[in-house]
C-alpha cells in the first residue's frame, strides 16, 4: 500500500473544495464546508468541524463526494470528520485541538454557520421591508430583549428573511466578537434530534443534542414552518424554546407565513412563536426592485443600464431570488458571448424566464374572486355592495402592481370601467394598507397565491 504524504492530502483539499463550489449552492459551500478546517493525521485528511451539526450534515450531504474528488486529486479515499479545530487557522501544519488528539475534551472554536456575506449594508431597504429590517437590526443591538425577542420574519420565499438574519447575527458579532450565535436551517435541527434520538452511539444523544444550545448568545432558525407535523420535533423545539427564551438569549426565526396558518404546528409553539416580535416581509415594490438589481450588479462589477433594471423589475415582482437568478443569468450569457448588457439582450436573453413570471389580468380577478367566495362575473359587474366593492378594488390594485396594463385597459377588463376609478381604487388600497391589518393580510395572501 502506498501511503501519501500528508502535504499531498493537504494540498488536495483546496482543489476539491473548488470543485465542490461549482456542484452546490453557494449558500450550502459558505454554511458548511467553508468552515472545515484541513489537516493530515497518519496519512488520512482529517477535517474539523465546529460542532456537531456540521459533522452531522457534511458527513451526510457531502462526504461521499468528498471522498470520491480526494480520491481523483490525491489518490486517497481517506478522510474524516470530527468536531476541533486548528490551534492556528492560518497555519493548516498546527496541530489540532480536538478530543481525537489531545485525548480528553477540547473546547473548539466556536462556529455557528453564519454566512458573513449577508450584512445590513447590502440589503436593499424598501418600504415592504423597512420594518422588519428595523426589528432586525434592533435585535441585534440588545439582544434579549422583551420587546424583539423572539423576532419572527415571515414572508414568501426570496423575499430576504435569510438576508436579514444572517445580518442580524454577523451585526451581533460585530459588536461582541466572542458572541455565540448559532443558524439552523429547522431540517437541520430535525436531522440532529432523529439522530440523537435513535443513534446516541454515534451522536451522544440527548444530552449532547441539547448540549449545542446551553450558553448561546443567539438561535437563528430558518423555514420553521417545516416543523409542521413533527410532533417530536415540535415537542424538543418547545422546551429549547423555552430554556432561550427564559435565559433572555435572542431567538430569530423565519417562515413562509404567519404561524398560526401553519397546519400542523402544535397550539403551545403557535402561542410561543408570537410572544415577541412578528414582522412580516412583503414582495418589494417596484422601485426596490430596480435597486436591488443595480446593488447585485454593482457588487459583481457589472455595469447595468437603467433600462435594463426597468425590464427586470416590472416583469419580476414576487421575489429577490428570482430577480439574482435572473441577473446571474444576464451576466454569465454576456460573460460568455462578449456582448454587452442592453435591453434588446436583456429581452432576448431572458425571453423565457419573463414569459413565465407574467400574471394576466383574468388570472387576477379568479384568484381575487376565489379568496373571497365570489364569481368573477359579480367582481367585474355594475353592483357595488361592500362585499363586492372592496374585493373589486383589491383587484384592481393587484392588476395596476403586477401587470404591463394602462389604466384604462385594467378598466375595460372589469366591466368597462373609467380610468379614473381604477386610480382611486389604487389609492383607496394603498392608503388601507397602511391602516388595516386585516386587508394587509388579503393582500399578502393573494400575492403570494399569484406568485406561486
Known sequence: MNLLPPSALLEAWPRCLAQLEHEFPSEDIHTWLRPLQAAPRDHVLVLYAPNPFVVDIVRDRFLPRIRELLDHYAGSRDVVIEIGALKRASDPAAAPSSSATTGRAAE??????????????????????????????????????????????????????????????????????????????????????????????????????????????????????????????????FHTFNALFDGRQQIIMTCDRYPREVDGLEPRLKSRLGWGLPVAIDPPDYETRAQIVLSKARERGVPIPDDVASLLAKKMRSSVRDLEGALNTLIARANFTGRPITLEFAQETLRDVLRDHSVGINQIQKTVADYYGLQVKDLIGPKRTRSLARPRQIAMSLAKELTDHSLPEIGDAFGGRDHTTVLHACRQIRTLLETDGKLHEDWEKLLRKLSE
Open 108 to 237: 473548539p472554536a466556536f462556529h455557528g454557520n453564519l454566512d458573513n456575506q449577508y450584512i445590513f449594508e447590502n440589503f436593499v431597504e424598501g418600504r415592504s421591508n423597512q420594518l422588519a429590517r428595523a426589528a432586525a437590526w434592533q435585535a441585534s443591538q440588545s439582544p434579549g430583549d422583551r420587546a424583539h425577542n423572539p423576532l419572527l420574519l415571515y414572508g414568501g420565499t426570496g423575499l430576504g428573511k435569510t438576508h436579514l438574519m444572517f445580518a442580524a447575527g454577523n451585526e451581533l458579532l460585530a459588536k461582541n466578537p466572542a458572541a455565540k450565535v448559532l443558524y439552523l436551517r429547522s431540517k437541520d435541527f430535525m436531522d440532529g434530534f432523529t439522530k440523537a434520538l435513535y443513534d446516541p452511539a454515534a451522536t451522544g444523544g440527548m444530552d449532547a443534542f441539547r448540549k449545542q444550545f446551553q450558553g448561546l448568545d443567539a438561535l437563528l432558525i430558518d423555514d420553521i414552518q417545516f416543523f409542521a407535523g413533527k410532533d417530536r420535533t415540535q415537542e424538543e423545539f
